[in-house]
C-alpha cells in the first residue's frame, strides 16, 4: 500500500497568513491522482484538489495545489477565519487508495 | 440539491451485524460507483469499499473482506454496506461517499460529495 506522510502535524497560523502543507508518498503515484480534502469538526470531508491542481467546484482561488511523483503541496495564499481545519491528503492511483493522517491548521 | 444521507447506525455487541443505508437524491445515481469511507474517533480516514454503477465490481479494504458487502440498489437510489462478526475496531463515523467522475470502473477516484455520516460503535 501507498503510505502519504503529512507535515507538519499541527500547522498554528494568523488569518491572513500563508499556510503551506506538505504531503509526501511512499512511492510516485500514477498520473498525480492526489486530492486534499477539508474537514471542520462535527463535518463530513469536503473536496478541495484533485488532480493535484486542480480545484474542486466552488473552491476559493486562495486553495492551490501542487507537486507531482511522490511530494505534493497544498497551499492557502491569505487565511481566513473559515481555513482553519483538519486538512486530508488522498492518493488514487493505486489500490487501495489510501489517505494521509492529517494536518491540523490552528489559530495562533 | 446533490445530496447523500446515511442511516442505520448504532450500537452492536462484538461479533454483530448491522446495515448501513445511504439514499441519494439530486444527480442520476446509477452512472456513478459509489463508496464507504470510515473514520474512527480522533483519527484519520480509510477507505472501506466501492461499488461500480452497475453493480459489477465491488472492492474492500483487506481488514473488512470477507465480513462486510457493499450493495446498491439504482431504483432507489440507495446504497449499503451489510456488516458482519463486527469488532471493535470497526468502531468509527461511517461516510457514503461519490466519485467525482462518472462511468468509473475501479475503486480509485475522488470523491466530491459526502454524507453527514452515522455512527457505528462495536462495545459489550
Redesign the interface.
Known amino acids: 500500500d501507498i503510505v502519504l506522510t503529512q507535515s507538519p502535524g499541527t500547522l498554528s497560523l494568523s488569518p491572513g497568513e500563508r499556510a503551506t502543507l506538505s504531503c509526501r508518498a511512499s512511492q510516485s503515484l500514477s498520473l498525480n491522482?492526489l486530492?486534499w480534502?477539508q474537514q471542520k469538526p462535527g463535518?463530513?470531508?469536503?473536496?478541495l484538489i484533485?488532480?493535484a491542481s486542480s480545484r474542486?467546484?466552488g473552491i476559493p482561488d486562495r486553495f492551490s495545489g501542487s507537486g507531482s511523483g511522490t511530494d505534493f503541496t497544498l497551499t492557502i495564499s491569505r487565511l481566513e477565519p473559515e481555513d482553519f481545519a483538519v486538512y486530508?491528503c488522498?492518493q488514487?492511483?493505486?489500490?487501495?487508495?489510501?489517505?494521509?493522517?492529517?494536518t491540523k491548521v490552528e489559530i495562533k | 440539491e446533490v445530496q447523500l444521507v446515511e442511516s442505520g447506525g448504532g450500537l452492536v455487541k462484538p461479533g454483530g451485524s448491522l446495515r448501513l443505508s445511504c439514499a441519494a437524491s439530486g444527480f442520476t445515481f446509477r452512472i456513478y460507483s459509489m463508496n464507504w469511507?470510515r473514520q474512527a474517533p480522533g483519527k484519520?480516514?480509510?477507505?472501506v469499499s466501492s461499488i461500480t454503477g452497475g453493480s459489477n465490481y465491488m472492492?474492500y479494504?483487506?481488514s473488512v473482506k470477507g465480513r462486510f458487502t457493499v450493495s446498491r440498489d439504482n431504483a432507489k437510489s440507495s446504497l449499503y454496506l451489510e456488516m458482519n462478526s463486527l469488532r471493535a475496531e470497526d468502531t468509527a463515523v461511517y461516510?457514503c461517499a461519490r466519485d467525482?467522475t462518472s462511468g468509473g470502473y475501479?475503486?480509485?477516484?475522488?470523491?466530491?460529495i459526502?454524507?453527514?455520516?452515522t455512527m457505528v460503535t462495536v462495545s459489550s
Open positions: 491522482f486530492a480534502y463535518q463530513a470531508p469536503r473536496l484533485y488532480g474542486a467546484t486530508y488522498q488514487y492511483g493505486s489500490s487501495p487508495q489510501t489517505f494521509g493522517q492529517g | 469511507v484519520g480516514l480509510e477507505w472492492y479494504t483487506d461516510y467525482r475501479n475503486s480509485l477516484n475522488a470523491f466530491d459526502w454524507g453527514q455520516g
